[in-house]
């Protein structure tokens, strides 16, 4: 059973189109992290939920909406895209917020390219 | 802010030598230290983690021990394998949030 899964794997799309990748956990967490890989590999938090509340808001573009329907989902939007978004976005999940050395669990990703 | 360097890549090797990737952070308090690896096409897998100083994570061969007084968390193996070939990133954690920042990661190259 896949832990954190995510689609879709690949996305190609226009520039100014909104799409969404939409992700989902089975491991009983309750918070989940958006994070994005740019073309050099560099890995940077984006979002982050607890029990479906927004605690962690990096500087994204407006253009960039995660959205929560429960614990278990963070699904994530993007509007009017840009070359610039093109990257691999991983989604991530992890038990709980007050420990630093909790294991966060990742997506295989989601390959976004912008054209 | 929190900060993670480790060594710029690629690291090539050939099989069965031994394998040090160096990792430094710099962050206020008492973080907590990861090793991911990144196999081509995959996603981030948790290679080991220590929690506080002194602790030595330890997974597949590889292991790591978190060094306070010199800030590091360097990452070796003893013979690597051509499968070990992968990016590898350290990362810290350093609040109840959980947010991981990551270094700018490391290719290992790993030849017959």
């Known amino acids: 059973d896949t832990a954190v899964s995510q689609t879709p794997k690949y996305l190609v799309t226009q520039m100014g189109n909104d799409k969404s990748i939409k992700c989902e956990q089975n491991?009983?967490?309750?918070?989940m992290y958006w994070y994005k890989q740019d073309s050099k590999k560099f890995l940077k938090i984006m979002f982050s939920y607890n029990n479906k509340e927004l605690i962690i808001n990096e500087t994204v573009p407006n253009r960039f909406s995660p959205k929560s329907p429960d614990k278990a989902h963070l699904n994530l939007h993007i509007n009017s895209l840009e070359l610039g978004d093109s990257a691999v976005y991983f989604c991530a999940s992890s038990q709980g917020t007050g420990f630093s050395g909790n294991t966060i669990y990742f997506g295989e990703g989601s390959w976004l390219t912008v054209v | 802010g929190d900060s993670v360097t480790q060594m710029e890549g690629p690291v090539t090797l050939s099989e069965e030598a031994f394998l040090t990737i160096n990792c430094t952070y710099t962050a206020t308090g008492y973080p907590s230290l990861f090793w991911y690896v990144q196999y081509p096409g995959e996603g981030l897998q948790l290679l080991l983690k220590?929690?506080?100083?002194?602790d030595k994570g330890s997974n597949k061969g590889f292991e790591a021990t978190y060094r306070k007084e010199t800030t590091s968390f360097h990452l070796e193996k003893g013979s690597v394998q051509v499968s070990d070939s992968a990016v590898y990133f350290c990362a810290l954690s350093n609040n109840a949030g959980n947010m991981l920042t990551f270094g700018g990661g490391t290719r290992l190259m790993v030849k017959p």
């Open positions: 491991l009983g967490h309750d918070t």
């Open positions: 220590a929690t506080k100083a002194d």
